[in-house]
């Protein structure tokens, strides 16, 4: 990641650590509730109701897909 040119004085920089650091926040985000949910799910709080899982593997998909846009945006189109 250290060759890749952004002009930190124009603006750029802060743009993109802000999207590189807001991506990482919710990825951060999905591994808690993530393990959360398996934890409960383990200890079968979840049995009968996998509303819980549905909706983890939801908030994980969402990042994956978000991951997929910032990669096409910065590395892509530059």
């Known amino acids: 990641m250290s060759n ?3 002009a ?3 603006g750029q920089g802060v743009l ?3 999207v590189v650091g807001a991506h990482f926040v919710m990825v951060l985000v999905g591994l808690i509730f993530l393990g959360l949910t398996t ?3 383990l200890g079968g ?3 009968g109701n ?3 899982v549905a909706t983890a593997a939801v908030v994980w998909y969402t ?3 978000v991951y997929a846009a910032i990669w096409f945006a910065i590395y ?3």
């Open 4 to 6: 890749i040119p952004v």
């Open 8 to 10: 930190a004085a124009e």
């Open 16 to 18: 993109f650590w802000s």
């Open 39 to 41: 934890l409960r799910t």
């Open 45 to 47: 709080e979840n049995r």
């Open 50 to 52: 996998p509303e819980g």
């Open 63 to 65: 990042a994956i897909g």
């Open 76 to 78: 892509i189109t530059k």
